[in-house]
């Protein structure tokens, strides 16, 4: 399967086949896809492998950037110093945005199923707090469902 025949893929047993293919239908993911499953008509299933999964050929990062001098890095991982001034701490700037608005509206749609009012909401409030990653606010705005385990909301809430 290509990124493009996924994108666009409308049967949801040719993706479930490419997912157990590479070792990506496992734990967590896994669990939401069998919990959204048994919600959703046949029809939508292939939207909601998307909703999980997002794009595998181009996995969602949160953006950071150096708590000291402020250049946009990296993801910060272990050893991590900023090139510009030597700092060795990073943050993201998408959940720290007014006070934490944006994690807190991430849970208030993951915890009350509220998908379709905060999505939107979410996208905005992403963009007005620097956010210009295409597929993330693409995702909020477009009218592919949502369910628990979309991939937008488990980056901006952590869960792996
Ligand atoms: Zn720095
Ligand atoms: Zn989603």
Redesign the pocket.
């Known amino acids: 399967m290509t990124e493009h025949e996924w994108l666009s893929c409308l049967n949801p047993e040719i993706m479930l086949a490419y997912l157990i293919g590479q070792g990506l239908l496992v734990g967590r993911k896994r669990e939401c896809w069998l919990a959204a499953k048994g919600d959703s008509v046949p029809e939508q299933r292939s939207c909601v492998l998307r909703?999980i999964f997002g794009n595998p050929w181009r996995p969602a990062v949160l953006s950071y950037r150096c708590r000291e001098c402020g250049i946009p890095c990296g993801t910060p991982a272990a050893g991590y110093y900023c090139v510009k001034c030597g700092c060795d701490e990073a943050f993201c700037p998408w959940l720290r945005w007014n006070h934490g608005t944006i994690p807190a509206l991430a849970r208030t749609a993951y915890e009350e199923h509220a998908?379709e009012e905060v999505?939107p909401i979410l996208a905005d409030a992403l963009e007005d707090a620097g956010c210009a990653n295409l597929d993330i606010l693409r995702?909020c705005r477009g009218d592919a469902p949502?369910v628990r385990g979309?991939?937008?909301?488990d980056l901006l809430l952590g869960k792996g």
């Open positions: 909703d998908f999505m995702h949502h979309c991939w937008v909301l």
